[in-house]
């Protein structure tokens, strides 16, 4: 196997194309496609299309993209920490997380560990959609309640369940319709179910206005816009200064976050660094020190 060749062949790659790949690598070009093509030819099948515009992988150039790039990772890594003397966490650190989390506690988590670890190259990117890791070149991706995926492995470290608040001062009752604050499209859903000390409760609503973010949702609760369903993180310290109401908790709504990574063996230095990060800002994963977290 031409180790050099392979090396080529991953970086241009994850670069997207030979000439990006030579800038980014200070190499000439006509080399990274030289190495590539021998490449090729030792293996016997084509690993890039070099036709259009934007360069793409064969199916073969995918598979080979996909279990090589991790493991020459590591190798890079291994060969760094032991020419360093030790096994500091150093180099660029990919992180997906969604937008609530991102809103309210990434700012504070990314700037402790930047201060704590500041060989890492931290860059946190904010979206709620499922990213392909590898493909995009996430390190790790935090992720709410996500599907199962036997090509990612990780843990939870924060639990979290939502409940129904409404304007300060506002009583619930069974026979009137409620005006509710939604997030996104509304749906068909003309009732909500909560869970009360009395028990099981459900009410009509009619929602009056759908926002795209959860801490927008929360301003039109405080403004007395009407009801709706939220973290209990996100709310707990306006119950306690009465700002909002508790009417009680939607029924099986647990939410649980996830820190999720490739499925490897070894676990890069960057990355148990950051997880660590994670269990140190919340120890026992409740909202309670989420919402301490926000808040502090």
Request: glycine content about 8%.
């Amino acid at each position: 196997m031409d180790f050099l060749g392979l090396a080529d062949f991953i970086l241009v790659a994850r670069h997207g194309g030979f000439g990006k790949a030579a800038r980014a690598s200070g190499r000439p070009k006509a080399t990274l496609s030289r190495r590539v093509t021998e490449l090729e030819a030792s293996l016997g099948v084509r690993l890039l299309e070099r036709g259009g515009r934007l360069l793409q992988l064969t199916q073969e150039g995918r598979a080979l993209y996909e279990r090589a790039g991790a493991l020459l990772t590591e190798l890079d890594e291994t060969t760094s920490e032991i020419a360093s003397g030790g096994n500091r966490p150093r180099g660029r650190l990919r992180i997906s997380a969604p937008l609530l989390f991102s809103q309210t506690a990434i700012g504070k988590l990314a700037a402790t560990f930047a201060l704590q670890y500041p060989d890492v190259d931290l860059e946190v990117t904010t979206e709620d959609r499922a990213v392909d890791m590898v493909e995009e070149g996430y390190d790790l991706v935090i992720r709410v309640n996500p599907d199962p995926d036997n090509t990612l492995v990780g843990r939870i470290f924060l639990r979290d369940r939502l409940v129904v608040v409404a304007p300060a001062g506002t009583h619930h009752t069974m026979e009137a319709v409620v005006p509710v604050v939604t997030r996104g499209s509304s749906g068909a859903t003309n009732s909500w179910t909560m869970i009360t000390e009395a028990g099981e409760a459900s009410f009509k609503v009619a929602p009056v206005l759908s926002l795209s973010s959860l801490l927008n949702v929360r301003d039109a609760v405080r403004m007395g816009v009407g009801a709706a369903r939220l973290p209990i993180s996100l709310v707990s310290s306006d119950i306690t200064f009465g700002k909002v109401t508790n009417w009680g908790d939607v029924p099986d709504s647990h939410i649980a976050l996830w820190a999720l990574y490739p499925s490897r063996r070894l676990l890069s230095a960057r990355v148990s660094a950051f997880i660590d990060h994670l269990k140190k800002a919340f120890p026992n994963g409740t909202p309670d020190e989420l919402s301490a977290y926000i808040d502090g």
